[in-house]
């Protein structure tokens, strides 16, 4: 895997044995010697992590860090900070601006290039949602990252899986008033609490008793419910080996005992913070999919959508040799409850219908807006005597009672339905002709009623 890397460092000596040893590994790498050049080239999308050199003269390392993380354009690139400093303080600093991680030299190569690959592949996901929701935000959708940046990250489900009773406490004692969190000692029932739990975050001990800590990261990896959860992981000093390995498999950070309260809540938040952001890009994800194929004021699916699938559904029944029927319904005299009662009103009757019709059919038949007053319904697996019954029952609970339409007021709605079965010919287009001929047929012959063309 290549990632774009900028490494900033005012010393050129740091900077040309990180550019080396990061070229090695096959990443492209750029470099800056201060803060304004690096906060630029990251402004420009040009590098997928940075690793920040701390001391620097004029702008700090923590200063840059702050400004990258408070840019929309720049906060969801993963910062590495490399300093030669290794006070728990120091550390907490740097995670507080903002850092995914805090690394003191003499670095570790092993652990660098792992760190670095860990979040080059982290931000290409991110990229891949951004990238699908990038239109969300112009179609009126909140933007994800600015509700991101504004989270406080409290509030949280946790998962903690550890048997040790000394870090469990700790762990217990700094999350009190800011998150839940569940303990499991055991971690195939920590699995299967993952499957049916809504955690935030997975904290996971890789010094298990009777347990390979690993392979329950990897198991949590490998299950669709659990894929997108961020794991973070407790080790001890002789464990390193391990971690690297945990990097690997994709769990999303590390922390070394003994524990600091204060950088465990840190990288809590940061993990937290991550995962809402991706959840919000996947709901505005979601969200733009639905704008396209779903009609907004009736919630069911939109003319677009019935086009496409109609096709779809007249193939797949001609191949099983399985029946076929269309239904379209027009909503009788609808332009005069617009005229008379106004567009509010007229709103109001066709989401009752929609939901009024729904209520009749199958979760298997497929509910469109054609546009206006018109609706159709496929039904599949279904023949045309069958299809007429469903079609009278739809008629008779649209006229059964009164469409309200303000408060005290109510009116008597009916609709016409047409109704065709896939025969011979299973040309969508045809089998849509028939059914709106037979439309036709009842509002001629009086609306109100159901007409089936059985050719």
């Known amino acids: ?32 010697t201060n803060g304004p050049e690096a906060l630029a080239i990251c402004a420009a999308h040009a ?28 906060a969801h690139i993963p910062v590495i900070m490399v300093t030669a400093l290794d006070q728990p303080a120091d550390r907490l600093k740097g995670l507080e601006a903002g850092a995914d991680d805090f690394l003191t030299k003499p670095i570790d190569e ?11 592949r982290l931000k290409m996901v991110l990229d891949e949602l951004r990238a699908r929701a ?55 029932e920590a699995l299967v609490k993952s499957l049916a739990g809504n955690y935030d975050l997975f904290i996971v ?15 949590i990896r490998s299950l669709e419910p659990t894929r997108q959860l961020p794991i973070l992981c407790l080790a001890d000093l002789e464990d390193r080996p391990r971690v690297l390995r945990a990097l690997d498999l994709g769990i999303n950070d590390f922390l070394l005992r003994p524990i600091d309260a204060n950088e465990l809540m840190a990288r809590v938040r940061t993990q937290m913070r991550r995962k809402r952001y991706a959840d919000a890009l996947r709901d505005n994800v979601q969200a733009s999919i639905e704008l ?14 019935f086009e496409i699938h109609l096709s779809a559904l007249v193939a797949e029944a001609a191949d099983r040799g399985k029946a076929l029927a269309l239904m379209i319904l027009d909503i009788d005299h609808f332009k005069g409850v617009n005229d008379t009662y106004g567009h509010g009103a007229g709103d109001k009757v066709l989401k009752s219908f929609a939901d009024r019709i729904r209520k009749v059919l199958r979760t298997s038949d497929l509910v469109c807006r054609l546009g ?32 309200p339409i303000d408060d005290g007021c109510a009116i008597d709605v009916t609709v016409s339905i047409g109704l065709a079965e896939r ?14 001929r037979a439309l036709y047929r009842s509002k001629s012959d009086g609306r109100n009623r159901v007409s089936a063309d059985a050719a």
């Open 1 to 32: 895997m290549t990632a774009r890397i900028l490494v900033v460092d005012d010393a050129l000596p740091n900077l040309k044995l990180l550019e080396a040893r990061l070229t090695v590994e096959y990443f492209d790498v750029m470099t800056a």
């Open 372 to 403: 206006g007053e018109e609706f159709v319904v496929v039904m599949p697996d279904t023949r045309l005597e069958i299809a007429a019954k469903v079609a009278e029952r739809v008629r008779g609970e649209i006229q059964k009672n009164r469409f």
């Open 292 to 305: 396209a194929v779903v009609d907004p004021l009736t919630r069911v699916h939109n003319r677009r959508y």
């Open 110 to 120: 092993m652990t660098l290039i792992a760190r670095v690959r860990s979040l080059a």
């Open 134 to 188: 990038a239109t969300s935000v112009s179609l009126g959708m909140p933007d994800p990252l600015a509700q991101a940046l504004a989270e406080k990250c409290i509030g949280g489900h946790i998962l903690l899986v550890d048997d040790r009773v000394s870090s469990t406490d700790q762990i217990i004692s700094a999350m009190r008033g800011k998150n839940i969190v569940d303990i499991e000692k055991d971690p195939q």
């Open 423 to 436: 025969g011979s010919d299973s040309a969508p287009e045809e089998l849509f002709r028939r059914a709106d």
């Open 47 to 74: 590098c997928d992590v940075v690793l920040l050199d701390v001391m620097m003269p004029g702008m700090d390392g923590f200063d840059v860090c702050r400004r990258l993380k408070r840019n929309p354009s720049t």
């Open 205 to 219: 001990s890789l010094g298990l008793a009777d347990f390979d800590a690993l392979r329950l990261c990897s198991q």
